[in-house]
């Protein structure tokens, strides 16, 4: 890490165990990685004495919404133990700005889509299943989330990253509003024209009962009004762009295997 960050003015530590299934499997990892990788991020950081560290939070720290929108200072709740090995890391990050006076700022990013996106998330695994086969396989329609296409979310980084008013803090990055899982499959498959495709239930897909998020709403208004970012993607529009790359890619993705 020392060797990584020597000379930098800016970090933006985007490393982690991200598969929400997986952490499931291997709880020991994701702290491995999550927490102490983050650590050693930040201690290099410290180090160095880098003018600016970017660190990278999750909607999934809040759990299922005690209230929407979901502002900075709703509770953390660890549903998951990939949420909790994130949230070990934000704290660590907090800590470092409370300790060491490091110039950390942490961008929690509400549920990122887009080209290129691994086939871990619903979306892809949406796209990649309803060009392939005749029906489409999921886990939970219920749950509401709100996606923020990935050009936002990278222009989200970068602005409220390097915004001075918010070194300390976590801000949100997020659309403000949200739709069900159930819904935007049916968008995706009207951008296909495939309105008719059936929709089935797999429960290899689905999370334990107490582990599911069901609601993620952002409240943006910290990363709007105190560092000027403003999403330009509507999701049809970024959905519409994510089946194009993928129609164009699809040889990168295993339709029929359910990856963790």
Same mark, same amino acid.
């Given at each position: 890490?020392?060797?990584? +960050?020597?000379?930098?003015?800016?970090? !933006?530590?985007?490393?982690?165990? =991200?598969?929400?299934?997986?952490?499931?499997?291997?709880?020991?990892?994701? %702290?491995?990685?999550?927490?102490?990788?983050? =650590?050693?991020?930040?201690?290099?950081?410290?180090?160095?004495?880098?003018?600016?560290? =970017?660190?990278?939070?999750?909607?999934?720290?809040?759990?299922?919404?005690?209230? =929407? #929108?979901?502002?900075?200072?709703? #509770?953390?709740?660890?549903?998951? #133990?990939?949420?909790?090995?994130?949230?070990?890391?934000?704290?660590?990050?907090?800590?470092?700005?409370?300790? !060491?006076?490091?110039?950390?700022?942490?961008?929690? #990013? !509400?549920?990122?889509?887009?080209?290129?996106?691994?086939?871990?998330?619903?979306?892809?695994?949406?796209?990649?299943?309803?060009?392939?086969?005749?029906?489409?396989?999921?886990?939970?329609?219920?749950? +509401?989330?709100?996606?923020?296409?990935?050009?936002?979310?990278?222009?989200? !980084?970068?602005?409220?990253? @390097?915004?001075?008013?918010?070194?300390?803090?976590? %801000?949100?990055?997020?659309?403000?509003?949200?739709?069900?899982?159930?819904?935007?499959?049916?968008?995706?498959?009207?951008? @296909?024209?495939?309105?008719?495709?059936?929709?089935?239930?797999?429960?290899?897909? %689905?999370?334990?009962?107490?582990?599911?998020?069901?609601?993620?709403?952002?409240?943006?208004?910290?990363?709007?009004?105190?560092?000027?970012?403003?999403?330009?993607?509507?999701?049809?529009?970024?959905?519409?762009?994510?089946?194009?790359?993928?129609?164009?890619?699809?040889?990168?993705?295993?339709?029929?295997?359910?990856?963790?």
């Amino acid at each position: 890490m020392h060797k990584a +960050v020597q000379g930098c003015d800016y970090v !933006f530590h985007l490393a982690a165990l =991200v598969g929400i299934p997986y952490s499931y499997v291997a709880p020991n990892d994701y %702290v491995a990685v999550n927490v102490q990788g983050t =650590v050693n991020v930040l201690e290099a950081c410290r180090d160095e004495k880098t003018p600016r560290i =970017v660190h990278t939070s999750t909607s999934e720290t809040y759990g299922t919404a005690v209230y =929407v #929108p979901i502002d900075e200072k709703h #509770p953390l709740q660890g549903q998951s #133990p990939y949420s909790a090995s994130k949230i070990g890391a934000d704290k660590m990050a907090e800590s470092y700005y409370n300790s !060491f006076n490091l110039p950390v700022v942490t961008v929690r #990013p !509400f549920n990122t889509f887009g080209p290129r996106q691994s086939a871990r998330a619903f979306i892809p695994t949406v796209i990649t299943q309803a060009l392939t086969r005749d029906k489409i396989m999921m886990g939970s329609l219920e749950p +509401v989330r709100d996606m923020t296409f990935v050009k936002d979310t990278a222009e989200g !980084f970068i602005t409220v990253g @390097l915004c001075e008013k918010v070194i300390g803090q976590t %801000v949100n990055l997020g659309m403000g509003h949200g739709d069900t899982i159930g819904t935007m499959v049916k968008t995706i498959l009207k951008i @296909l024209g495939k309105e008719k495709m059936l929709i089935r239930q797999d429960a290899s897909r %689905v999370r334990p009962a107490n582990s599911e998020v069901m609601r993620l709403i952002s409240d943006n208004r910290i990363a709007r009004e105190v560092c000027g970012w403003k999403p330009k993607y509507t999701l049809e529009s970024g959905l519409t762009q994510t089946v194009e790359w993928i129609k164009q890619n699809l040889d990168k993705y295993k339709p029929d295997r359910y990856a963790i």
